[in-house]
């Protein structure tokens, strides 16, 4: 999944969709003229692209030199002319931005670092034809500039840009089962064609001697020192980074770097200017105790930088992660007590600092959990003063943190007042943003947050009188911005009530009763004229050709059909066509063509279904999310010798590849391997826990439960006896990623071995899913899919009060739509219908808790007892 989400909540009020979509729609002349002769042109949602295509035009090679063109916004319109007249003139394939919305984008403070500034980018057919353009357009072009794109190479000192890449579009893996799009090495193998932010030519090439100058100016700037000594990058964006320095005499200090022209916000600001107002903010407001000293502001090479005071602490966020007694099982009054005590001292000193700020005449602008740090000895400290401003005499702030600012507080003392009141309710439930999904969820939170704490008779109606709209909770929302991006604040879905929520008294046929209407949800959402996606899901699909079982039509659809809803024959249509003629033939379960395969053969398609695996490209991932682990899991299901469909010598190879696999678990690799059921050695083991099903070689129990050990020993138990997997820093819970899918694994091999130490941990990772607070809802790394672990393991002692209680507890993050109910996706800034992170799953997981589904799709669903100890 994505991990820039907020770039593709802008487009739509409801979903997550391309950057390009919505907003300014303004196109550049260029984009609205006709096909040139002799062209072939194209136009995807991001870019047009001219190819030559006339007699005597000679093909494109696969790979070489791509030239880029940077711009700044008030110029882009006519580099693009200028640029693409040389180019159709000279007849140069080449590709440039349709709109100044894209543009801008292109160039945000949190686009991708490494491709971030592009605007046009050429095609030379040979390094004969690159020395001539870029002669050519060197001086086409003097005298104009644009943000410095940090993966390419300079040349000149205009706005052009060089690196080597791919033409045409090819794709490999990566160790770790990721697809990469990729170039050709000289042994014609295929390695990754990376977008790292730095520039670096494939280790075989020659520079040709155009570049040299430009190679050696590289140099010499690398080798520009700065005058303190960075000792760790802290955060990093498309405007420049934070990092940890010190200086000369060895004191501590926080580098905050600005790029000119780059790291652009909503209205075109960028980092330098961005930086600037920041130390006005802090000179301005010097000596209060909650903002940093300003110590030094100097330029190194071409970038910015202030010089901070250090401060040592955790964020706010961090905070609220450690300590909320809500994330652990069985929280005690008392710890519920001292923790909402907690949240209303730091409030307090959080309005004592706003106060006085606001008493200097200005505004923070920015207030929420991660732009606030709480000392050692618990005291507050505001960071990130970009957005500070003086209400009435600067601009407002086109960025923004959604949860943290409505439309009804866009700036000024307002903006600080609602972004205060809206910590005091994150503190206790982190769930603000589903406010901007729907009004109507304030209200909903507020008793949830009274259910759980202890609060001061006041708190409710002043956070209720701060943060509620003013208009009626049926109006859409009028749009935010993103402190991301330039997102705006999602319209609400709808304000109708959630109406009857099913208790445990209405059994099955409540849960089941819900079901319906988020099937209702999803097939309403359904854009069968869009080539790209069928339904609104997570940006992934967006990218992966729409059609997965984790983001796409397939995880959908198998839904629809596995919990017996209606599912459109046009809709099954459009999986199958958009599965066939992919343009990356990905292998997969839940990320490429083998989960479409296995969705297509339970809609009655079977035939398609085999003619997408044997489409399928060759991999060496093991994972059961895109690797052999999930690919065997859809052959198990796909292959009946009885009615002609024999995969019996396929799975004996993947078989015995893995067992193998299983053998080199602990050999060095280039990254550290990872754990858990979607990408560790647990989706080994459920692979491996079918194949015994069909064949009963007790041999296969051994591999699975090596495998098991093998993820358990990334496992952590807490004081309490809670039993989280570690994911790098993390202790997580989930089902993808966290222990909830060791658990449904090693509950599944405990149906056919005893194991001590298996079981001990299986009591532990239930123990842990009692938490009665989770961030997402969704099945991957939500609550649903806690829903569906307790639900496979009913018949285990004190599941059934946390099943009801996360069921019950669902309801926080139902959002109305249509006629039906839905769930936001990741991050929370949309609604999604997919499968791994939205409606879908949580479909799933509801007929999983009714005792009518297993709690993935591909895995089995056990009935049978756990074998005792003996």
Same mark, same amino acid.
């Given at each position: 999944?994505?991990?820039?989400?907020?770039?593709?909540?802008?487009?739509?009020?409801?979903?997550?969709?391309?950057?390009?979509?919505?907003?300014?729609?303004?196109?550049?002349?260029?984009?609205?003229?006709?096909?040139?002769?002799?062209?072939?042109?194209?136009?995807?949602?991001?870019?047009?692209?001219?190819?030559?295509?006339?007699?005597?035009?000679?093909?494109?090679?696969?790979?070489?030199?791509?030239?880029?063109?940077?711009?700044?916004?008030?110029?882009?319109?006519?580099?693009?002319?200028?640029?693409?007249?040389?180019?159709?003139?000279?007849?140069?394939?080449?590709?440039?931005?349709?709109?100044?919305?894209?543009?801008?984008?292109?160039?945000?403070?949190?686009?991708?670092?490494?491709?971030?500034?592009?605007?046009?980018?050429?095609?030379?057919?040979?390094?004969?034809?690159?020395?001539?353009?870029?002669?050519?357009?060197?001086?086409?072009?003097?005298?104009?500039?644009?943000?410095?794109?940090?993966?390419?190479?300079?040349?000149?000192?205009?706005?052009?840009?060089?690196?080597?890449?791919?033409?045409?579009?090819?794709?490999?893996?990566?160790?770790?089962?990721?697809?990469?799009?990729?170039?050709?090495?000289?042994?014609?193998?295929?390695?990754?064609?990376?977008?790292?932010?730095?520039?670096?030519?494939?280790?075989?090439?020659?520079?040709?001697?155009?570049?040299?100058?430009?190679?050696?100016?590289?140099?010499?700037?690398?080798?520009?020192?700065?005058?303190?000594?960075?000792?760790?990058?802290?955060?990093?964006?498309?405007?420049?980074?934070?990092?940890?320095?010190?200086?000369?005499?060895?004191?501590?200090?926080?580098?905050?770097?600005?790029?000119?022209?780059?790291?652009?916000?909503?209205?075109?600001?960028?980092?330098?200017?961005?930086?600037?107002?920041?130390?006005?903010?802090?000179?301005?407001?010097?000596?209060?105790?909650?903002?940093?000293?300003?110590?030094?502001?100097?330029?190194?090479?071409?970038?910015?930088?202030?010089?901070?005071?250090?401060?040592?602490?955790?964020?706010?966020?961090?905070?609220?992660?450690?300590?909320?007694?809500?994330?652990?099982?069985?929280?005690?009054?008392?710890?519920?007590?001292?923790?909402?005590?907690?949240?209303?001292?730091?409030?307090?000193?959080?309005?004592?600092?706003?106060?006085?700020?606001?008493?200097?005449?200005?505004?923070?602008?920015?207030?929420?959990?991660?732009?606030?740090?709480?000392?050692?000895?618990?005291?507050?400290?505001?960071?990130?003063?970009?957005?500070?401003?003086?209400?009435?005499?600067?601009?407002?702030?086109?960025?923004?943190?959604?949860?943290?600012?409505?439309?009804?507080?866009?700036?000024?003392?307002?903006?600080?007042?609602?972004?205060?009141?809206?910590?005091?309710?994150?503190?206790?439930?982190?769930?603000?943003?589903?406010?901007?999904?729907?009004?109507?969820?304030?209200?909903?939170?507020?008793?949830?947050?009274?259910?759980?704490?202890?609060?001061?008779?006041?708190?409710?109606?002043?956070?209720?009188?701060?943060?509620?709209?003013?208009?009626?909770?049926?109006?859409?929302?009028?749009?935010?911005?993103?402190?991301?991006?330039?997102?705006?604040?999602?319209?609400?879905?709808?304000?109708?009530?959630?109406?009857?929520?099913?208790?445990?008294?209405?059994?099955?046929?409540?849960?089941?009763?819900?079901?319906?209407?988020?099937?209702?949800?999803?097939?309403?959402?359904?854009?069968?004229?869009?080539?790209?996606?069928?339904?609104?899901?997570?940006?992934?699909?967006?990218?992966?050709?729409?059609?997965?079982?984790?983001?796409?039509?397939?995880?959908?659809?198998?839904?629809?059909?596995?919990?017996?809803?209606?599912?459109?024959?046009?809709?099954?249509?459009?999986?199958?066509?958009?599965?066939?003629?992919?343009?990356?033939?990905?292998?997969? %379960? +839940?990320?490429? $063509?083998? *989960?479409?395969?296995? #969705? !297509?053969?339970? /809609?009655? =398609? &079977?035939?398609?279904?085999?003619? @997408?695996?044997?489409?399928?490209?060759?991999?060496?991932?093991?994972? %059961? +999310?895109?690797? $052999?682990? *999930?690919?065997?899991? #859809? !052959?198990?299901? /796909?292959? =009946? &010798?009885?009615?002609?469909?024999? @995969?019996?010598?396929?799975?004996?190879?993947?078989?015995?590849?893995?067992?193998?696999?299983?053998?080199?678990?602990?050999?060095?690799?280039?990254?550290?391997?990872?754990?858990?059921?979607?990408?560790?050695?647990?989706?080994?083991?459920?692979?491996?826990?079918?194949?015994?099903?069909?064949?009963?070689?007790?041999?296969?129990?051994?591999?699975?439960?090596?495998?098991?050990?093998?993820?358990?020993?990334?496992?952590?138990?807490?004081?309490?006896?809670?039993?989280?997997?570690?994911?790098?820093?993390?202790?997580?819970?989930?089902?993808?990623?966290?222990?909830?899918?060791?658990?449904?694994?090693?509950?599944?091999?405990?149906?056919?071995?005893?194991?001590?130490?298996?079981?001990?941990?299986?009591?532990?990772?239930?123990?842990?899913?009692?938490?009665?607070?989770?961030?997402?809802?969704?099945?991957?790394?939500?609550?649903?899919?806690?829903?569906?672990?307790?639900?496979?393991?009913?018949?285990?002692?004190?599941?059934?009060?946390?099943?009801?209680?996360?069921?019950?507890?669902?309801?926080?993050?139902?959002?109305?739509?249509?006629?039906?109910?839905?769930?936001?996706?990741?991050?929370?800034?949309?609604?999604?219908?997919?499968?791994?992170?939205?409606?879908?799953?949580?479909?799933?997981?509801?007929?999983?808790?009714?005792?009518?589904?297993?709690?993935?799709?591909?895995?089995?669903?056990?009935?049978?007892?756990?074998?005792?100890?003996?």
């Amino acid at each position: 999944m994505r991990d820039n989400h907020h770039v593709y909540a802008g487009a739509d009020p409801l979903f997550y969709d391309h950057p390009a979509g919505g907003g300014d729609q303004r196109r550049f002349a260029a984009a609205d003229r006709g096909t040139p002769a002799g062209f072939r042109r194209h136009e995807t949602a991001s870019w047009i692209h001219l190819v030559p295509d006339g007699p005597g035009d000679p093909s494109l090679p696969a790979q070489g030199y791509k030239i880029h063109v940077s711009s700044t916004t008030e110029d882009a319109e006519r580099v693009i002319d200028l640029v693409s007249e040389y180019c159709l003139r000279e007849r140069v394939a080449h590709k440039f931005l349709p709109t100044h919305r894209i543009h801008l984008l292109n160039n945000g403070k949190y686009a991708r670092r490494g491709s971030s500034g592009k605007l046009l980018t050429l095609y030379p057919a040979d390094e004969a034809r690159l020395t001539i353009v870029l002669t050519d357009l060197d001086r086409r072009l003097s005298g104009f500039t644009g943000p410095y794109i940090l993966g390419d190479l300079r040349y000149g000192n205009g706005p052009l840009y060089v690196r080597y890449g791919g033409f045409t579009e090819r794709w490999c893996t990566e160790p770790d089962g990721t697809r990469i799009l990729a170039i050709e090495a000289p042994d014609g193998s295929l390695v990754p064609d990376r977008r790292e932010p730095y520039f670096q030519l494939p280790a075989w090439l020659t520079p040709p001697d155009i570049l040299r100058e430009a190679l050696n100016a590289h140099d010499r700037q690398s080798l520009d020192p700065l005058p303190y000594q960075v000792e760790a990058a802290l955060h990093f964006s498309n405007g420049g980074g934070i990092y940890r320095a010190r200086d000369a005499a060895g004191r501590e200090l926080v580098l905050r770097e600005a790029r000119p022209l780059a790291g652009l916000d909503g209205s075109g600001t960028d980092a330098v200017a961005r930086l600037e107002q920041e130390e006005r903010a802090l000179r301005a407001l010097s000596g209060l105790p909650w903002v940093p000293r300003l110590l030094d502001r100097f330029t190194a090479w071409e970038h910015h930088y202030l010089a901070e005071e250090y401060v040592e602490g955790e964020t706010l966020r961090q905070f609220m992660a450690r300590n909320n007694p809500l994330v652990r099982p069985d929280p005690t009054p008392e710890a519920l007590a001292r923790y909402s005590a907690k949240v209303e001292d730091i409030a307090g000193q959080l309005r004592q600092a706003l106060d006085a700020m606001h008493e200097r005449g200005w505004a923070f602008g920015d207030l929420h959990p991660t732009n606030v740090l709480l000392r050692p000895d618990g005291r507050v400290c505001l960071i990130d003063f970009e957005t500070a401003h003086r209400p009435g005499l600067d601009t407002p702030p086109s960025m923004g943190c959604p949860g943290f600012v409505a439309p009804h507080a866009p700036e000024g003392f307002a903006r600080d007042h609602y972004a205060l009141h809206s910590i005091r309710l994150a503190m206790l439930l982190p769930l603000t943003m589903l406010i901007d999904l729907e009004a109507g969820k304030l209200d909903e939170l507020l008793a949830a947050a009274a259910e759980f704490f202890p609060l001061p008779p006041s708190w409710h109606e002043e956070v209720r009188t701060a943060l509620r709209r003013p208009t009626a909770s049926t109006t859409p929302a009028t749009p935010t911005t993103s402190t991301n991006s330039t997102t705006p604040g999602a319209s609400a879905a709808s304000a109708r009530p959630t109406a009857h929520w099913p208790g445990e008294e209405d059994g099955a046929a409540g849960l089941t009763a819900l079901g319906a209407r988020l099937a209702r949800a999803l097939t309403a959402s359904a854009t069968p004229e869009r080539t790209d996606r069928l339904f609104p899901g997570d940006p992934a699909a967006l990218h992966d050709g729409g059609y997965t079982l984790a983001h796409g039509a397939a995880g959908v659809l198998y839904t629809l059909h596995a919990t017996g809803h209606p599912f459109r024959e046009e809709h099954t249509e459009w999986l199958w066509r958009a599965a066939r003629h992919a343009a990356d033939a990905r292998p997969g %379960l +839940y990320s490429g $063509l083998h *989960g479409a395969a296995l #969705a !297509l053969d339970r /809609l009655g =398609r &079977p035939e398609q279904a085999l003619e @997408l695996v044997q489409r399928a490209a060759p991999t060496d991932d093991t994972s %059961l +999310y895109g690797g $052999l682990a *999930g690919i065997g899991i #859809a !052959l198990h299901h /796909l292959h =009946r &010798p009885a009615h002609g469909t024999d @995969l019996g010598d396929e799975l004996d190879a993947l078989t015995t590849h893995l067992a193998d696999r299983l053998d080199h678990l602990d050999d060095p690799g280039p990254a550290p391997r990872r754990a858990g059921l979607m990408h560790g050695p647990t989706g080994t083991a459920a692979f491996l826990l079918h194949r015994y099903e069909a064949v009963r070689d007790p041999a296969l129990l051994d591999l699975a439960q090596r495998a098991l050990h093998a993820d358990a020993g990334h496992c952590v138990r807490s004081d309490e006896g809670a039993v989280n997997l570690r994911d790098g820093t993390r202790l997580l819970p989930y089902l993808a990623n966290g222990s909830a899918g060791l658990a449904l694994t090693a509950g599944h091999y405990l149906r056919h071995r005893h194991d001590d130490a298996l079981q001990e941990l299986l009591d532990g990772i239930l123990y842990a899913a009692r938490a009665p607070f989770v961030l997402y809802d969704d099945l991957f790394t939500g609550r649903a899919g806690l829903i569906a672990l307790l639900a496979a393991h009913r018949d285990h002692p004190g599941t059934r009060e946390p099943l009801q209680r996360h069921l019950r507890l669902l309801r926080w993050h139902a959002i109305g739509y249509r006629d039906g109910l839905a769930f936001p996706g990741a991050q929370h800034y949309r609604l999604s219908m997919d499968l791994a992170t939205g409606t879908a799953g949580v479909l799933h997981a509801l007929h999983a808790a009714a005792g009518t589904q297993p709690p993935l799709p591909g895995l089995h669903q056990h009935s049978e007892p756990l074998i005792p100890a003996a």
